[in-house]
Structure formats: C-alpha cells, structure tokens
C-alpha cells in the first residue's frame, strides 16, 4: 500500500485566513481525494484532485473555498480560504491505483478555526 | 443521492464475544465495499474489503456481503479492548473510485 504523508498535522488559523494542506504520496497513484470530517462526523468527500487539470468538486463545495492542485502523481495540495469556525475540520487526503479497489490515508490535517 | 446507513452505537460487547457491525447501502450497483477501523483522532485505517457475496475472513474479521440485500457487515470475533474504536463502513463509486462512508459504528470492548 502506499503511504500517504499530509502536513501539516495540526494547525489553528484566524478566521478570513487561508491554510494550504500538502499531500504526498511515497508512489505514484492514479487517484486522489481530499476528504472532510467535522467533529463527531463521518467523512465526506470534498474533491477528487486529477493531474494537470481541474479538480472535480463534490456538490455543496466549490473552487473559490477549496482550491485544489495536483502537478503531478505523487503530490496534492488543498487550500481552505476565508476560513471560518465552521470549517473547523479534520481534513484527509486519499489515493489508490485504478486498477485497485483499496484506498488508503494520510494521517488527516485537524484545523481549528477561531 | 447514494447512501450509506450504520447503527451509530455505542455497540458494547464483553472481552472474548463476537461483535457484529452491519451496514446497508442504496446503491444497487455498487461493487466494492470496505471497513475501515478509526481511533478517536487518528485517520481511517483500512481492515477489511470484499467484492462478492459471502463471507471474507482475513484473522479474527469476517466481512459479509449480500448484493441483493444490500448489505454489508463485519464480525469481530474473540473481540478484545484494543478493538475498541468506530468503524466505519465505505463503499467505492465504481466509476470515479471515491468513497461514500456511513456514519460509523462505535465499538466499546469491555475488559
């Protein structure tokens, strides 16, 4: 499986701020998925990242929120911008091969908005 | 809108009995289907994936799917404290290869 290392692990932000996430993968995966799960929650598919072109956004999220890059196909970056207490999340990058089925996880970023 | 609904718990079983966690989806054609296991503040670790119906035993899990049912669920057998965690069932978009998670099940192992 291929090990999937986010950074940063933590962080706390000022409200109307913006936080980059990075995710990097130890080998090339054909798929990449940013992730959010809110306190208590179970997780929710924000984006799939492709490589060289513009992410896919799951309904209720969009571009000018959670800007998304992927130069290539070990690397992915999640922007959270204009942060507000309720984007106060764990935030989780994923990726798998497609030819397979298993995904795996970061260790997920967890921001606390104040 | 394509779903995935789990019994939230807590599920409390004592150390050494079987725990049973089950899962429904509403997506008829979905074809790969997993559990993953998460410790409070850590991320989702994969355990368990199956793809055909019947049983899967990988050490003490077993997952069972049943297509035409819908449903999907995890045996836990000789459950110990260690156990204890919220699993979480997740079915794969054949097409995109995104997840769609259920709520999730939390486990309590009673010592």
């Known amino acids: 499986s291929a090990v999937i290392s986010q950074k940063p692990s933590r962080d706390i932000c000022q409200r109307g701020t913006s936080l980059t996430i990075q995710c990097q993968v130890d080998?090339?995966?054909?798929?990449m998925f940013w992730y959010r799960q809110q306190p208590g929650q179970s997780l929710t598919l924000i984006a799939t990242?492709?490589?060289?072109?513009?992410?896919?956004?799951e309904s209720g999220f969009v571009i000018d929120k959670f800007p998304i890059s992927r130069p290539n196909l070990t690397f992915s970056t999640l922007t959270v911008s204009n942060m507000s207490p309720e984007d106060s999340s764990i935030y989780l990058c994923s990726g798998g091969q497609q030819t397979v089925t298993e995904a795996f996880f970061g260790q997920g970023t967890r921001l606390t908005v104040v | 809108q394509k779903e995935v609904e789990q019994n939230s718990g807590p599920l409390s079983v004592p150390e050494g009995a079987i725990a049973s966690l089950n899962c429904t989806y509403s997506?008829?054609?979905?074809?790969?289907f997993f559990w993953y296991r998460q410790y409070s503040g850590k991320s989702p670790e994969l355990i368990m994936s199956?793809?055909?119906?019947g049983d899967k035993e990988d050490g003490r899990f077993t997952a069972q799917l049943n297509k035409a049912s819908q449903y999907v669920s995890l045996l836990i057998r000789d459950s110990q404290p260690s156990d204890s965690a919220t699993y979480l069932c997740?079915?794969?978009?054949?097409?995109?290869?995104?997840?769609?998670f259920g709520s999730g099940t939390r486990l309590q192992v009673q010592p």
């Open positions: 997740a079915v794969m978009d054949t097409g995109r290869r995104a997840l769609t």
């Open positions: 080998s090339q995966v054909t798929m």
């Open positions: 199956i793809y055909s119906n």
């Open positions: 997506d008829r054609v979905s074809q790969s």
């Open positions: 990242a492709n490589q060289g072109s513009e992410a896919t956004y």
